[in-house]
């Protein structure tokens, strides 16, 4: 026996009685996946850390170009010039935890990066943050291989 010309399929297989559980069934499977949906938005958003190359490409722009203090408060250092971390330095995410690209983070000392927690001194360190990322910037179109000389 032939199968039937497409024109005949049925999208929903079955006697037309069947036709509205399956209207239903999809209802039901769309609210879920919407339920689903504004649960993961919801959810806190797992914190990324910095990959290793990253963490190197900010302590040697630091370095070279902050002297190895911290961009931020200018005066503790986070670095050294054998590319080690110095004092309390930590990584952070200026944007949100999730974005973790160099151009999305610095290396700043512990104290700052409490501090950067409340809105009002983040917005006012925000010039030091986007002069930090405009020195950062020629390592990264440059290739760091040639400026890490
Ligand atoms: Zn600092």
Not at 55 to 76: D, E, F, M, S
Request: aromatic share 8%; with cysteine; proline share 7%.
């Amino acid at each position: 026996m032939n199968p039937p010309p497409e024109d005949q399929l049925e999208l929903f297989p079955g006697p037309p009685e069947n036709h509205g559980a399956l209207d239903q069934m999809q209802r039901e499977i769309r609210f879920v996946s919407e339920t689903v949906a504004t649960i993961l938005d919801s959810l806190p958003v797992q914190r990324r850390p910095l990959s290793d190359s990253t963490k190197a490409l900010h302590v040697r722009v630091t370095w070279l170009r902050r002297n190895g203090y911290c961009p931020c408060c200018q005066q503790l250092k986070v670095c050294t010039a054998e590319g080690k971390l110095a004092g309390a330095a930590e990584f952070d995410h200026w944007y949100a935890r999730h974005r973790n690209g160099p151009e999305e983070t610095w290396l700043v000392c512990a104290s700052c990066n409490r501090s950067l927690e409340a809105t009002h001194y983040k917005a006012s360190i925000r010039s030091a943050f986007e002069s930090y990322q405009l020195a950062l910037r020629p390592f990264l179109t440059a290739g760091q291989a040639e400026l890490f000389q």
